[in-house]
């Protein structure tokens, strides 16, 4: 099973709404991702957990707030979003072989921001 | 810093063979990576290959690497009309964390 779930699979927010997107694997990988992606573009890494603790945070806004519960679960905290925040938003996780990872990645939730 | 570039289109006729091309900057990267992203749908892993081999076949797909000139690429054999897809070339990005460095993505088109 290399199944990542992702709910809603699509939202529609107000820029004065809080909204969460949730992802969950139980491949048992350590490593979880989120990463948005813009039409006719390749995604772009938003934050990387790495054992339930944030390890990269590109520089995202601070108006998105991830957060990892426990190893098999990561949310994303979206508060006074802007529309050009509209976006697929991915989650992944990754098995690590050693020198490397094996990657893979949810079905996404399309968010629109109004 | 690390860059992963591919052309942005190909057109193939069903049946004929496609070739996906990227070049990659960072030889440090160990693993290299497909994926398939079909319309609104999330990535699908296609396959991968470690940077010390040359070739690796995964039934119709063939992923060839040339480490020296850092050129990667994908053969799909008898393409059908369910390969149209996007497909994305990725390296690992720097750090140990397993984060991804994509190229843009070649959009394969395949006529009937």
């Known amino acids: 099973d290399t199944e990542v779930t992702q709910t809603p699979k699509h939202l529609v927010m107000g820029m004065t709404n809080k909204k969460s997107l949730k992802c969950e694997q139980h491949?048992?990988?350590?490593?979880m991702y989120w990463y948005k992606q813009k039409a006719k573009k390749p995604p772009e890494l938003m934050f990387v957990?790495?054992?339930?603790?944030?390890?990269i945070n590109e520089s995202v806004p601070s108006r998105f707030s991830p957060e990892c519960p426990n190893s098999s679960l990561l949310n994303l905290h979206l508060h006074a979003l802007q529309p050009e925040d509209s976006a697929l938003y991915l989650c992944?996780?990754?098995?690590?072989?050693?020198?490397?990872?094996?990657?893979?990645f949810g079905p996404g939730t399309r968010l629109t921001v109004t | 810093g690390e860059d992963v570039e591919q052309s942005l289109f190909l057109s193939v006729r069903e049946g004929d063979s496609s070739v996906i091309n990227c070049t990659y900057t960072?030889?440090?990267?160990?693993?290299l990576y497909w994926y398939k992203q079909e319309p609104g749908a999330g990535l699908q892993l296609l396959t991968y290959?470690?940077?010390?081999?040359d070739m690796k076949q995964d039934q119709r797909l063939t992923v060839l690497l040339n480490k020296k000139d850092k050129h990667l690429s994908l053969r799909i054999a008898d393409t059908q009309t369910g390969d149209s897809a996007i497909y994305f070339c990725?390296?690992?990005?720097?750090?140990?964390?397993?984060?991804?460095?994509f190229g843009k993505g070649t959009k394969l088109s395949v006529k009937p």
């Open positions: 992944a996780s990754s098995q690590n072989l050693g020198q490397g990872w094996e990657q893979y």
């Open positions: 491949m048992g990988h350590r490593a």
């Open positions: 957990y790495s054992y339930e603790k944030l390890s």
């Open positions: 960072d030889s440090s990267s160990t693993y």
């Open positions: 290959i470690f940077s010390n081999m």
């Open positions: 990725a390296e690992s990005g720097g750090g140990s964390q397993g984060n991804l460095i």
